[in-house]
């Protein structure tokens, strides 16, 4: 009897420990999207890339770090001052985010989360500032997400775009 009972707690911990999804990988992908804010007068779209490390702590949980790199296309404009007409081109903003990632499984194949943390800023004049970045994502196989989020970087002001992002998932 000792026997069957200890080959039945062997199997059930075997199936429990089995079961469980292991969501531990590396993610790296593109996004692109639109400048939103006062920062949209400034700046037409950006394109960046995204890289993220996941490990997953339970079946609804994944925690890790995000990274990457964004590019925001400074626009060109015109200012008529009355007589004088001024031509301006606005740098590139660029960006390296350094964050803290979390992403939570509400249903099989879906997940809402986000990043948080502190973007440097690459280009001269920029300080970077203090990084946010609320996602929610889709899983359209085993190898690939897609996903939309609001990413902002604030520091004496915020810089917000709307992103449409892929993953490929390794």
């Known amino acids: 009897m000792k026997s069957i009972l200890t080959l ?4 059930s911990i075997s199936l ?4 469980q999804v292991d969501r531990t990988n590396l993610r790296i992908g593109l996004n692109a999207g639109t400048i939103v804010g006062d920062a949209a007068d400034f700046y037409s779209f950006t394109l960046g890339v995204d890289v ?3 490990w997953g ?8 770090f995000a990274t990457g790199f964004t590019n925001a296309f400074g626009e060109e404009d015109t ?3 009355g007589g004088a007409v001024i031509e301006t081109q606005f740098d590139n903003a660029q960006f390296i985010p350094v964050a803290g990632a979390l992403r939570i499984y509400p249903s099989f194949g ?4 986000g990043d ?3 973007a440097i800023g690459v280009n001269e004049g920029n300080d970077g500032g203090f990084y946010y970045r609320p996602i929610i994502g889709v899983d359209v196989n085993g190898t690939t997400e897609l996903n939309i989020s609001y990413t902002t970087v604030e520091n004496e002001g915020a810089f917000s775009s709307v992103l449409l992002g892929v993953l490929f998932l390794f």
């Open 116 to 118: 948080i943390g502190y």
């Open 110 to 113: 879906f997940k809402l989360g």
């Open 8 to 11: 039945v707690f062997v199997l």
């Open 79 to 81: 200012l008529d001052t």
């Open 16 to 19: 429990s420990i089995h079961s």
């Open 57 to 64: 702590l339970s079946r609804e949980i994944d925690l890790g």
């Open 52 to 54: 993220l490390h996941v």
